[in-house]
């Protein structure tokens, strides 16, 4: 089970921006200038990349933004005076530039970096110029909301429902796979259910899906199961890609969390090439897969009590190649988990995961190693969450016998849970004292 209720897309308002353009029969002829390129880089880089061609006017605010390769890289259209003193050089760009380090938004303040210093660093980013393979001349369009709006508005006209009911429509909703998810608190009033069979079909054909679901809350269970509704379509399997890594579950038994990709690209961010790691909440694999497909883990031990998310896992290790590299526990961690064998071990379950910090204390090699701790904390309340998080674990250590020292390495704040309350994670190192 994994930590929190996802992302796998950030939640949209009104159209999503990040769809690839549909080509458009064009007569550009042998059209030249900015308007036949794009600049292209991968998603990690992209609010970088688009924060500097804007603040020196390079971004080409009549055409599109689009997505190409499944989201994994983006395109800005450019302008002529981009053109002008960017190369074309394809040697220098994506397919052979890799950063040393992942940019970190306090390396450098942008309105202090000079038009050469930020060309030097799309090339460090892997900035590469192309030919636009899409050329689109920016449209003024109805929005999809808009476009609901207009049609749900002729509906209750036709039924002789109140116009009131329109202040009720969402205006944000989420993309699991090509499932439109609406948020749990849309369409609650019990006059929807008396036009539903008309009424999801215009709210997916205005978001031009397919499928249409509303999101439930978390099963208060220990499996936390999904209950999300499926209300156009007959299947709620669904694929999705994030940050190169494929996933697949049944989005009506298993929960995906859209807020913790930035966690997991900090998890894909390590390197773990000869590191053992016990995940104690796989779910799906929202922190194993990163691990063994980006941050290369020599081994990870899967531990997880619900079978809908088991075999969800199953499917996703096989997908992504990494399945000889994972063994999964069915079942209590508490019972479960292997003992004396891990470098790290992944406690991913909100709102705390104290219940299992003995199972992952004993999980850690004698010599020691590193705890991911989650937990949801008051924000008045850190330094009290992370002192006891460090007096806990080093109490847990001494009554199994391990002479360690335990201090907190780092505090990554994940994500807003509620007002209020953060998603934290706590890097505990737990470290051999040589007597």
């Known amino acids: 089970m994994g930590n929190g209720s996802v992302l796998i897309q950030a939640p949209h308002v009104g159209i999503d921006s990040t769809q690839s353009p549909e080509p458009q029969s064009l007569n550009i002829g042998n059209q030249a200038g900015a308007s036949s390129w794009v600049v292209q880089l991968e998603r990690k880089y992209a609010k970088l990349g688009k924060d500097i061609l804007k603040k020196f006017g ?171 509704e499926i209300l156009v379509g007959d299947s709620g399997w669904v694929a999705h890609r994030e940050n190169g890594i494929l996933y697949s579950f049944d989005a009506t038994k298993c929960m995906f969390s859209w807020g913790n990709l930035s966690e997991k690209i900090r998890m894909a961010n390590l390197d773990c090439t000869d590191a053992v790691i016990v995940d104690l909440f796989a779910g799906i694999g929202y922190f194993v897969l990163p691990f063994l497909v980006r941050a290369k883990a020599k081994m990870v031990y899967a531990c997880e009590w619900n079978p809908h998310a088991v075999e969800a896992l199953k499917r996703n290790l096989q997908a992504n190649s990494v399945s000889d590299r994972c063994i999964i526990l069915e079942g209590d961690n508490r019972i479960t988990a292997p003992k004396g064998v891990a470098d790290r071990v992944c406690l991913g379950l909100l709102p705390s995961s104290e219940g299992s910090w003995l199972t992952a204390v004993r999980a850690l090699r004698t010599e020691g190693g590193i705890l991911h701790v989650h937990g949801n904390v008051k924000d008045t309340e850190e330094g009290l969450w992370t002192n006891h998080v460090s007096k806990s674990i080093c109490e847990i250590a001494r009554s199994e016998g391990h002479c360690w020292e335990v201090t907190i390495d780092h505090v990554e704040r994940v994500k807003w849970y509620a007002p209020h309350t953060r998603h934290l994670v706590a890097d505990v190192r737990c470290r051999q004292i040589q007597g």
């Open 58 to 228: 390079w971004l080409d605010l009549e055409r599109k933004v689009y997505a190409q390769e499944d989201g994994l890289l983006i395109s800005f259209p450019v302008t002529e005076k981009f053109c002008a003193i960017f190369p074309q050089d394809k040697s220098e760009g994506l397919n052979d530039h890799h950063p040393s380090k992942p940019f970190r938004a306090e390396n450098f303040l942008l309105n202090e970096v000079s038009s050469s210093a930020a060309l030097d660093i799309l090339k460090e980013y892997g900035a590469t110029k192309l030919p636009n393979g899409v050329v689109e001349a920016r449209k003024a369009s109805k929005s999809p909301l808009k476009i609901m709006t207009e049609a749900f508005a002729s509906l209750i006209r036709h039924k002789g429902l109140s116009v009131k009911l329109l202040e009720q429509l969402p205006n944000r909703w989420e993309r699991l796979g090509d499932i439109v998810v609406l948020p749990v608190s849309s369409f609650m009033d019990p006059v929807w259910d008396s036009i539903g069979e008309e009424l999801w079909p215009i709210i997916a054909r205005s978001l031009n899906t397919c499928r249409l679901a509303r999101q439930g809350r978390v099963a208060p269970n220990g499996t936390r199961d999904s209950t999300l």
